[in-house]
Each structure stands twice: as C-alpha cells, then as structure tokens.
C-alpha cells in the first residue's frame, strides 16, 4: 500500500531525527544488561556471621573452622554474649548470630546430645531462609564427622541412611547471570514496546498534527500500522543489541534455537505495541501516557515471575499472571536459551500471546475514531 | 504570603484536573503493596516435581506420599524412564526430579543404604537450592520414620530463630522501597515537570517578570507534591500495618520525620532537574532514566548491595534513596532509634542541602 | 446556476446541554471565497469541524463536495484540504519530506510529487530551504507553506481555520495573495476568520453569533444593509446582543 509506505517513511524520518529515542534505543539495553545483571545477583554469598562462643572447646574451634573454611560464611566477629552480637546485626555487620552454649563439647560427648542456636536477620527473607539452610547444613555435615570418629557407620550404626545426590541441570556453574540476562531481555523489550508506542501517538494528539490525519482520507488501519511497525522493527533492534551483548560481554549463547526466540519476539513485539496504542486512546497528555503505562509495565514487570516465582504466589495472584504477556516471554526466554526447549514447547505461550495481540490491536483500532 | 497561597492553589487546581495521572498517583503504591504484600513471595509451596520411580515398591510409595503430602511439593509428573525427565524439564513442566533406585524397600532393609537422586532446574539458581533443602528435609523425615525415630548418638540439634522477620514475609524489604520510589515519582519527577511546563507554556516568563520572588514559585510548586507524597506514606504505613501485618517497631513520628526529609531531597533533586532543561518530555526521561533507574537498582531494595561488584557499591553511596533504605529499615523494621540512625540522617541532609544550593545557584544565573 | 459545494441543512451541534451551533443553514457556491466570521465561541470552528468529519452533527444535513457528511465522509476526505490553527506541519522534519508526505497520502505519484514541490518551493521562495526543519521556518513561510500543502492535491475545497493568527498585516496580504491564486485556479475557498478586516476580501461572508447565522451576504450587501463603513461595524453591531463571550 503505497499510503502506508509514505506514512512510514514520515514516522522515520521523525524517529530518526528525534535524539530522545535514539538514545534510549541504543542506550537503554546497554545500560540495563551491563549494570542490572552485575547488580541483580540474588545468590547468597558472603553470610557475615558472628559467634558467640561459650565453650571455647576443641569441637567448637572445629566447628568455627568448619564454617568459615566454607565459601558461604564470613565470621566478621567473635562476641562475648548475644546482646553483644546483636548490636552487630543491628548495625548490618553480620546477618547471623550462632551461639555455642557452655559445656558444648561435654555435653555433646557425655549426655548423646548437644544445642546449638541460630539466630538470623530475617529482614532479607530469603536470604536469611537460604543462610540459615547453609549453616543448618555445615552443622548436619559436622555433626556427621564427628560420630564417624566415633564410629564406623555400617556396623556399628544398624539403621538404613538414605544417601542424597544433588545434581544441578543447565545451569552448571549456578550463576545467577544466566537466569537474570534473559528476563532482562524481555524487560527491555517490555518497555520499549510500551512506552515508545504510547509516548509517540500522544505526542502527535498534544502537538495537534493528528487532526490533518484525522481530516485526510488515511485510513485507521494505515494510520495505526503506521505506528505500530516502526516501533515493531526498533524492537527488532533493540532484541539484536540485547543478544549480541548477551553474546559478548557474557558468554551466554542460547541453548537452543534463536529463530524461536524471534519468532515470539515479533508476536510479542505485537501484543504490547496493541498495549502501547490503547493507552494511547486513553491519555490525553505524553504524562498521563507515561504515569498509565509505568503503572502496567510496573505491574507485568514485578509479577512476570523475574524477581520471585510464580509458583510460590497465591493461587489468586497466578490467575492474574495469566493475564500478563511478560511473564510468558520471561518463561520462553529461560526455556530456549537454557533449556533448548523447542517450538512444541513454547507453542502454549506462543498461542496465548498471539492471542492477547489479536485482542489488544482489534481493541485500540475500534477504539480510535476520527470522528468524535 | 498571600501570593503564595495563590499559587499553591492553582497548582493543586492543575492536579486535580488531571484526573487520570491523580489516580494513577494514588493507585501506585496501593498497587504496589498489595502485589508485594501479597502476591511476591519466596517462600516455596505447591512446586511441582516429578518423580521416577525404579522401585515400585511399598518403601517408595511411602517416600513418595509423604513428599506428596509436603506443602513444599505437588507431584505432577511420574516418569517411566529417566529421558522423559528432560523432556519435562524443558518443556518447565516441573523443577525439580526425584529418582528412587530400583529395589529401594531391599536396599534398604539389606544393606542400611540406599541412593536417591535429586535433580534440580537450576536456571534459577536459589529456588533450586531451596527445594533440594526441602526435598532433603522430607527424605530425612521419612528416614527417622522408618528408623522409628531411633536417636542417632551425638547428636547435635540446631534451634533456628528468625529476627525480626519470623515469617520470613519478603514484604518487610518491600514496604520501604516502595515509599522511596513513589516519593521520588511525586516529589523529584512530577515537581520537575510541573516547573518545566511552565517553561514550555511561557508563562514562566511572565511569572519572572512580575514582581513575585522566585522562591515562592517554586515553594508553591512544592508543597501540593509534598502533601500528595505525605498522603500516599501514610496509605502506605496504614496498608503495611493493616493488612500485612507489618508492625511498625520504631517511633513512628521519626518515620514521618524521616519522610519528610527524604521527600525534601526528592524535591531539591526535580528542582535541579528542571533547571536543566525546557521539555517536559526530556524532564520525565531523566527523571526516570537518572533517578527511578538508579534508584532501582542500587538503592539496595530490589538487589543486595552487598553482593555487587565493588566499584557498584561505591556508586550506591551517592544515591540518596539508599539512605533513606536503610534508615527506614531500621526504624520500621529493626526499631532503632535515632541514635543509632543519626549518621545516616545528616548524610541524607547533607546531600540535600548540596543539591539546593546547586539549583538555587543555577537558578539565579538564568534569570542573571 | 453555480454549482454549490457545501449545503447544509438545519446543521446543529450540542454538547450535552450546550449548543455550539445551532440550525444553520447556507451553501457555498463552486469557485468562491467564503468567509466564516464570528466571535470566539460563537460557534465557526465547531461548525467547520462538523464539516471536515472531525465534530459528528447532532442533528441537520449537510453535503460537501457533492457527498453527505453521514455516510460518504471518506469520499469528502479525498476531495477536501484542510489547514487547522496550529498548521498541522510536522515540524520535526524538512520541508522535503512534509511535501513528500501530504502529497503522498493524497495519492498523488512521485513524478507528480517531484514536479508540485518543485513549483511550490518556487512560489514560496523557498528553493533553498528544502531541507531546512519547518520549526526553523519563520512563522509567515509556515502558514504559507501549511496551505500549499493544503491544496497540494488540487482540492475542490479548501478548509482554513484561522490562518493568519500571530503575523504582521503585511505577511497576512500575502497570504490572501496565495488564497486568491488558489481560488482562481477554481479551489472553494471557506475560511474562518476573527481579523474583519480579511472578511473584506471574500466574495461572501457569513457572521456567527450565539450559534447561529446572523447575517449571510457579499461584504458589499452586508454594508448597505446595515448601514456601516465596514464589516467590522456590523460585527460589533451583532455581537453586542451575543451572550456568549468566552471559548
């Protein structure tokens, strides 16, 4: 349609010329995967404990050594009494208080059994659930050596053990990049897709330009493409930079297939462009655009399963996230560039957003009138 | 003075008939802290795993019950042989596989040893570790069971206490992030682009040149965003208390105070922010890219400072929504007082006053 | 008999309990310059509005260019050009390419195109500013330069919203100069205006006030009948009895 190209040709020439978007096109993913997944590290690391150690036995060095000669503790400090080691938590300098009670080591030896108390700053719920599971663990794997100097378990010890392996798929080296990059990825896309869209139209509707268009015989399905495919290809863009990065700067080549990972870019690109234009309907300043769009990008974001599961929300909040297209790219994302998941098993994602496109377009389109 | 509650009025005239952006004003943090009061969660439950099960017999139907009656678990898959476990891993249909050895009741009984296997998606790394915890937890429970809970000797029992925090509620770390962000929306962004679009409508000028100081323009513009940023604290203390159970442990006037200051900063930062340029358009993207972004990401609320690298860390010192974090962290959550905060306190005050002196500064060299 | 262009019948707008316009009816003949003056808020803009398909009638007739507004919009579309009060130029991008554009949408070709932007840039004495972003542009060569584009598809009317706002009177004569070429190359003409003095230079006016048409007529008439020197005496007559002051 040759109304359309000339229409598009104006939309680019304008994006082009327009250093706003230019910056946000080339700098936006560059600042958010260079410095979001550097700052996105939810792995705990470096728990700071401090031990109040009223023993002061052989077997509670053993165990102080124990723990700080793993990769998770830091034992900032050694305190006399727990009011003392509080006064570290409050101040942030340790996460964890251990208490070695007095006569640990005779009680250990001579009564059969022996407490020890974790007391943990659980302001950081996951954290302090993750830190005290470690430490829970190191004292387990203590508690086991020192009954094997006592003992050797299969003659001595007639009770069935289960032994447990532990083995990590896709992800051999637990690095929390791999994880966060993708649904990053998927972020920036969010936004562009968004923002960009809605943002242009009202600008056209403020600045007065949309009424010769509304007065000339474009068509609302012109007019609409007009807006939508520019942004659509920028998207594009913005998806190549993203993954090159990915590529470059951290070594993360996706698992499987990267057809698939445009292929539902472009039906995704969709769905939220059709977001993008009914808030464009709506607004009636490029602010309320903004503050309308932060509020369902805002939304999507926090609950597309990026920051915590979906699995562990309440049933009703998952049926909410049914409804959120971000969360099934930040699925697909995983799925394909860890899991070298296939077409068969991203199709379910792939027909809901294609879905949610058809609706959210059709939508804007009966909603915009030329003709009040 | 008269003249200042003239402008106070129409700024809030001009609020008020933008109907749409109010609500959404409004609606944010409401929003915000329902979703991460209620709807974000780490805390494992209802995961769904499958199991592949060698033995068949009556020990790993019992291991397998009781894995099932676990609130952490919910068995969605049994496998028949191990490819199909790949299958389901990639097709995210579970996230964590358990493998029982064939003759698991004999082993058992025979040899006091049997091997499970757990495997776990590890694209995300911490929920796989949770749920090995988990998983390990219910074995070893099943253990004791068939052992008839016989005590091991030299035992070592290991009480556990969580501070502050007993239900392990993410939303403890959430509430104060939430009140930064939004104060820095209204107080920083809005203020800076209500000023700036004085500028693109020109009656900035007109304004400069009647005889009003220019001081009370900008106060003027200030104080409805600081009682709408007011307003949405107290939603968000009032939410946090009622319906998530959050106490406030602290002196609730000093988070109010604390508020207050921190809004101010947010204040002096759309001040400078709108000397710097005439379009609005431009004043919101810096706004969200130079503020909100930063904010976001090293103010310590969504990702662990202490986990980044360093030179990160040095760079979350200057980003004042950091301060306030912490400071509110530890009145509301930790309930400290003032003396343990005082430093904290006069670092965010003293980066106030430094940013109002710049915009006062570049402000008088415009009208110079 | 000429040809009439625009008819309209009884045309009425209301916003819930405000008339904007109410009742009228005129035509305008093939080949005129046709003035809409009146008031602000007397109704001329919502008026015009109605007939370009931005405003949908409350009720009335009307056709334009031969078409009814309800059903035929689209056809009016193509046979219309429209300059609005804030010119409606992309100013974002060079003369070029706002030439480019609203020739294209207009169906014209690209030979075509080449050949009208040729001429045009010529007319305006804008030759060598092709490239030049519109928001460099002085404001007279904007106005000029947003009613070329407004004909560029050689119309059979052209719609004008108040387009000389914020210029000197002699930058505005040589914008009637623009709207007087047009019309004799056969263009209708129907401009809104508040500068009565322009009303001078149509072939007929027409006075709004409260909404309605209060008088109708060649300049020439109009004075004889009411007795004045100029429009603008007749228009200070009218409005004096108008109760609506504000837009």
Known sequence: ?372 | MQQFWVFVRKEFYHIFRDKKSLLIIFALPIAQMLIFGFALTNEIKNTQIGILDNANDEASLNLIAQLDASKYFEISNTFTNPDEIDAAFKADKIKLAIVIPPNFKSELAHNNSARIQLLADATDPNTATTLEVYASAVIRDYQNTINNNFKLPYSISTEIRMLYNPQLKGAYLFVPGVMGMILLLISAMMTSISIVREKELNTMEIILASPLKPMILILSKAVPYMVISLINVSTILLISVTLLDLPINGSIWLVFGVCFLFITTALSLGLMISNITDSQQTAMFISLMGLMLPTLILSGFMFPIENMPVPMQVLSNIVPTKWFFIIIKDVMIKGLGFSSVWREILILAGMTAFFLIISWKKFKMRLA | MADKVIITENLTKKFGDFTAVDGISFHVNKGEIFGFLGANGAGKTTAMKMLIGIWEPTSGKAEVAGYDIYRDMENIKKSIGYMSQRFSLYEDIPVIENIRFFGGIYGLSRAEIKEKSAALLHKLNLTGESKTLVSALPLGWKQKLAFSLAIIHQPKIVFLDEPTGGVDPITRRKFWELIYDAANEGVTVFVTTHYMDEAEYCDRISIMVDGRIAALDTPAALKKQFNADNIDQIFTHLARGAKRTAD
């Open chain 1, 1 to 372: 349609m040759r109304i359309l190209l000339v229409i598009l040709r104006k939309e680019f020439q304008q994006i082009m010329r327009n250093p706003s978007i230019l910056r946000i096109i080339f700098m936006m993913p560059a600042v958010q995967l260079l410095i979001l997944p550097l700052a996105a590290d939810y792995e705990v690391k470096n728990v700071n404990l401090t031990v109040v150690d009223q023993d002061h036995s052989t077997y509670s060095q053993l165990l102080l050594n124990k723990l700080s000669a793993s990769d998770y503790f830091i034992i900032q400090d050694v305190a006399d009494n727990y009011d003392a080691a509080m006064v570290d938590i409050e101040k942030d300098v340790s996460d964890i208080i251990l208490t070695i009670p007095p006569h640990f080591e005779r009680d250990l030896i001579r009564e059969d059994e022996a407490k020890l108390s974790l007391a943990v700053n659980a302001v950081n719920g996951a954290k302090g659930n993750i830190g005290a599971s470690y430490a829970a663990n190191i004292i387990n794997e203590y508690n086991q050596e020192i009954r094997k100097t006592w003992f050797t378990m299969p003659e001595f010890n007639p009770v069935p053990i289960i032994d447990i392996t532990y083995s990590n798929w896709y992800n051999d080296g637990m690095s929390y990049t791999l994880f966060m990059v993708p649904g990053i990825l998927v972020i920036l896309l969010t936004l562009v897709g968004s923002f960009l869209s809605a943002l242009n139209i009202v600008h056209e509707k403020e600045v007065g330009t949309i009424e010769q268009i509304n007065v000339s015989p474009i068509k609302k399905y012109q007019f609409i493409l007009g807006k939508l495919i520019p942004f659509w290809l920028i998207g594009f863009v913005v998806l190549t930079i993203g993954l090159l990065i990915a590529r470059f700067v951290y070594g993360i080549i996706p698992a499987g297939n990267m057809g698939l990972i445009y292929l539902f870019a472009a039906v995704f690109l969709f769905a939220l462009l059709g977001i993008g234009l009914l808030v464009s309907t709506i607004a009636e300043s490029q602010q309320q655009a903004m503050f309308i769009s932060f509020f369902f990008m805002m939304i999507f974001i926090l609950m597309g399963g990026l920051y915590t599961s979906i699995d562990s929300m309440p049933q009703w909040a998952q049926v909410i996230t049914w409804f959120n297209p971000v969360k099934y790219f930040i699925e697909v994302m995983r799925m394909i560039v860890m899991k070298d998941s296939s077409l068969a098993d991203i199709s379910h994602n792939l027909l809901v957003i294609g879905i949610m496109a058809v609706i959210f377009n059709t939508w804007a389109v009966l909603l915009y009138r030329k003709r009040v």
